[in-house]
């Protein structure tokens, strides 16, 4: 069921076939159905403030034949990639991130990171299970909070506290149409959504942390 593609400075997660996917990506926000999801690595260079993002991003797609994805910008270096997999009960959940705190805050607070590198988070979560677009919304609750638990675990210190994600995170969790409308933390694909999301993040926080431990304690 699908695989990922790894051609620095892209990552390709294929779906396995036509899916939902609900997200806030760069590229097809929203509710869409898409059978891949693209990370981008940038640098900073690779985006000058005059820069119109949406349609470089677009130019960017259209050459490597990926208009059709759901598709992430990362700063992260996208050999870094962690992954996870999780099958509870039959219903497996394959997560997939790319870890990047320069840029981390505080739930309710927000730090000036004027003329700093900006990291973020983006992680894509395929599930076995399908899903009523109202149990595809909860699956999207149960990643962001696996999302937060995973960082605020990793300990990134900020003035105001630890760390509970970045400014610009970004999650998508594709998942086939299905009449499962449910997907909370009393259910088995709660439970796997959790697990691969949680550990995904977790490592990947890890990894940053242990190479960034100046930036780790700001």
């Known amino acids: 069921m699908g695989g990922i593609t790894l051609e620095r400075p892209w990552i390709e997660f294929d779906l396995g076939g036509e899916m939902q996917v609900l997200s806030w990506a760069v590229n097809r926000p929203g509710l869409v159905t898409a059978s891949r999801i693209l990370w981008r690595e940038v640098r900073n260079s690779d985006l000058p403030p005059d820069l119109d993002v949406g349609a470089w991003f677009a130019r960017e797609l259209a050459a490597r034949g990926g208009a059709d994805a759901v598709a992430f910008l990362t700063s992260r270096d996208v050999r870094r990639y ?38 973020t988070i983006n992680v894509a979560l395929r599930l076995s299970q399908g899903l009523t677009c109202g149990g595809l919304t909860e699956a999207m609750s149960i990643a962001v909070q696996a999302r937060t638990a995973a960082v605020m ?8 506290g630890a760390a509970t994600g970045t400014g610009t995170d970004c999650v998508a ?6 009449p499962n409308a449910y997907a909370g933390l009393h259910t088995a ?30």
Do not use: F
């Not at 990047?100 to 003329?115: C, F, H, Q, V």
């Not at 300990?155 to 105001?160: D, K, N, Q, R």
């Open 82 to 119: 962690c992954e996870a997999e999780a099958t509870v009960e039959g219903i497996s959940a394959h997560a997939v991130a790319t870890v990047g705190l320069s840029n981390a805050e505080r739930i309710g607070s927000r730090m000036d990171y004027a003329g700093r590198s900006w990291g």
């Open 153 to 160: 675990e990793a300990g990134i210190t900020l003035p105001a």
């Open 173 to 178: 969790v594709a998942a086939p149409a299905g």
């Open 189 to 218: 694909t709660g439970e796997a959504i959790g697990r691969a999301v949680y550990q995904a993040v977790h490592i990947g926080a890890l990894e940053w942390k242990s190479t960034n431990r100046r930036a780790a304690h700001a």
